[in-house]
């Protein structure tokens, strides 16, 4: 059975969490394959939030599997404390497990990454100063920890010893900093390990036996195309690789194992952090969508930059990502609006560009067309007929620019405000 696969297609933040939550109902894994606990996925049931960093967002559901694959790194203290505060909300994660080839996030990692940055200054990343970035530097280095390391401790003391020894080389030589003591940090995750080893599976395995028994399997990005280590807006990216491609390399399955590709996009843009932004909104409205969309951080509770719709970028995301299905979310912040602009060329240079380019730089102009809003509260809506006449103008014309069908559009934060635009294929791919 095909699987399905959910991917963000702007600069991350675009309610992937609750879509995975509303769309893993019927499946019977979840699978994260890349990123690590800089990402944040939130989930509104009721009067609970759930924020999920490294956990899968099917983890609601008690009769899913959920799989912390081998592309994601693992920061054992984070994902234990993950699952503390998800049991201490009732919530089951007995079913929960750590892929063996994923490599682990080190407090060298953290510190490593706090203090390039802090030494870069003006010319930072902006990273969340997790330690990503490090890890995934020492995973290509062929010099990190993994997870199967854990279950041996002899392994685990010898390839620890020999990364705090170099790292701390670079700790006080170029950084000035104080050295790393081994004997705490061994101390600390060999108990980490204890808590953990019994989550600790040949993913692998577990994953293509899924498959070739029939099972429902959905597959969860972090983080979004355009901070693709490829094809984001390099060199303000992540360090992994969030696109549908990524989900062979991160997972360790085919590419004849996944079926439909799902999109996820707002009806708005985001981006937190530095890095190009060609329709960030430089006035007054950039605050009105910010405070209606709640546009914080939910790893870092950093204010979100916002900007119009960026058809390019999307075009370009939803290419490279070979996107079957579109999900539009935050439709419901726009409503306040008198007018809602919509990217749909770029000029550089004077001439007009019809493509989302390589070297995109900040001084990139954007071209606009103008929408008349609709200025009426639709997160009470639930059928897409009923929603106002503008509204669904902005709608189609985001359907035909793209020559893609848009298959549910979200009006709230709430895991039912949401409208099937087209039911026959909902239904058909998530029965």
């Known amino acids: 059975m095909p699987s399905n696969v959910i991917v963000g297609l702007q600069w991350g933040d675009e309610g992937k969490g609750k879509i995975t939550d509303l769309l893993s109902k019927n499946s019977d894994y979840v699978i994260r394959y890349q990123g690590g606990n800089n990402s944040g996925h939130s989930i509104h049931i009721k009067n609970h939030r759930f924020i999920l960093h490294l956990i899968p967002s099917g983890v609601i559901y008690s009769h899913i599997k959920c799989i912390v694959g081998p592309g994601v790194v693992v920061d054992p203290k984070s994902f234990i404390k993950e699952i503390k505060d998800l049991e201490l909300m ?31 200054g003006y010319k930072s990343i902006g990273t969340t100063h997790r330690g990503i970035g490090p890890t995934y530097e020492d995973k290509t280095a062929r010099i990190g920890i993994r997870l199967l390391d854990f279950l041996n401790i002899k392994d685990f003391y010898q390839k620890l010893k020999y990364n705090i020894d170099f790292k701390n080389l670079i700790i006080t030589k170029v950084y000035k900093r104080e050295p790393l003591i081994f004997k705490s940090i061994y101390e600390e995750y060999v108990e980490y390990a204890k808590i953990i080893s019994n989550r600790i599976i040949d993913s692998v395995y577990e994953i293509h036996n899924a498959f070739h028994n029939g099972k429902k399997i959905l597959f969860e990005g972090a983080q979004a195309i355009l901070l693709d280590i490829n094809y984001g807006t390099y060199p303000y990216v992540t360090t992994s690789s969030p696109s549908t491609g990524g989900v062979c390399i991160g997972a360790g399955v085919p590419p004849n194992f996944l079926g439909n590709f799902i999109g996820v996009a707002k009806a708005y843009c985001t981006r937190v952090g530095f890095g190009p932004f060609p329709t960030e909104i430089q006035n007054n409205i950039n605050d009105v969508i910010r405070k209606k969309g709640n546009e914080y951080g939910a790893t870092t509770k950093r204010s979100r930059r916002c900007g119009w719709l ?106 039912n405000k949401n409208i099937i635009k087209n039911k026959y294929s909902f239904f058909k791919i998530f029965s």
Request: charge should be negative; proline fraction near 3%; aromatic fraction near 12%.
């Open 90 to 120: 009732d919530i089951d994660t007995s079913k929960v497990f750590l892929a063996k080839r994923a490599h682990v996030t080190m407090p060298y990692h953290r510190l490593l990454d706090q203090y390039k940055e802090e030494t870069l």
């Open 310 to 415: 960026d058809l390019m970028a999307l075009k370009y995301s939803c290419t490279i990502n070979g996107i079957n299905y579109l999900i539009i979310t935050k439709l419901d912040v726009l409503s306040e609006l008198e007018t809602i602009k919509v990217c749909v060329e770029y000029k550089w240079n004077g001439r007009i560009i019809k493509y989302f380019p390589a070297n995109i730089e900040k001084d990139i102009q954007s071209v606009y067309i103008d929408f008349p809003g609709w200025k009426k509260d639709i997160s009470h809506i639930n059928e897409y007929e009923n929603l106002p006449e503008n509204c669904k103008k902005y709608i189609k014309f985001i359907e035909d620019y793209l020559n893609l069908e848009i298959l549910l559009i979200s009006v709230g934060s709430e895991r």
